[in-house]
């Protein structure tokens, strides 16, 4: 069975700041991550895969086979990063998406 | 805006009462999911369709019910069997395999 554990509910930071946002996984196979992002009064959205490794509004994820984990980093905190946050997997060629707890980060000015 | 519609906004259940959840996507997506989000637990998989006439339980599907009989559709019914209906569901759909999901905007039922 797969498991994805956001160990932080609430995370704080001041602008500027770096921010990281943990995210541990448990899974068998071979493993899609993702990180999907809600921000205040919108829609669930994808805010990045670890298979397109891409930046999306400053923020990267790598995946870590070793220490099964996705952790999200962004060097410089925003105001408008406030939202929150949900960590995803699925296996590969399965479509069954399974989420963390999520950590709502409150970026302070 | 096209995409992914869910309704009511709002639904209201007495005891012992089946509810229905409306789910309907214009994207032509084979994937269909259906969560239950509540508050510091995250979302939560109750039931996900593959294809048309197709469906498979997550981890929470006892006292759901849920029928794929067209591609754009995916209703899911709270049975009077779900002791604890109270909760923020969303719906979502997807290309198969693992792709991103798009979300609706969701349905709060609550008990009256």
């Known amino acids: 069975a797969q498991r994805v554990t956001q160990p932080e509910k609430l995370l704080s930071v001041f602008k500027g700041a770096p921010v990281e946002l943990k995210c541990n996984y448990s899974y068998s196979g071979s493993p899609e991550l993702f990180w999907y992002v809600q921000y205040s009064r919108q829609r669930l959205q994808l805010l990045l895969r670890?298979?397109s490794r891409e930046s999306i509004k400053g923020f990267t994820a790598d995946l870590n086979k070793g220490e099964t984990s996705f952790h999200l980093k962004k060097p410089f905190a925003q105001e408008e990063d406030s939202a929150m946050y949900y960590c995803?997997?699925?296996?590969?060629?399965?479509?069954?998406?399974?989420f963390g707890a999520g950590t709502r980060l409150t970026v302070k000015p | 805006d096209g995409g992914i519609t869910q309704s009511p906004k709002y639904l209201f259940r007495k005891e012992g009462q089946n509810v229905t959840l409306s789910c309907e996507q214009n994207?032509?997506?084979?994937?269909m999911y259906w969560y239950r989000q509540d508050p510091g637990q995250g979302l939560r998989l109750i039931y996900y369709s593959q294809i048309v006439n197709d469906f498979q339980k997550g981890d929470i599907a006892e006292g759901y019910s849920v029928s794929r009989e067209k591609k754009e559709s995916f209703p899911l019914t709270v049975t009077s069997a779900q002791k604890n209906p109270t909760a923020f569901y969303l719906c979502a759909s997807s290309i198969p395999l693992g792709e991103k999901l798009f979300f609706g905007s969701g349905t709060q039922l609550s008990v009256l």
């Open positions: 994207l032509n997506h084979d994937a």
């Open positions: 995803a997997l699925s296996g590969q060629g399965n479509n069954d998406m399974r």
């Open positions: 670890h298979i």
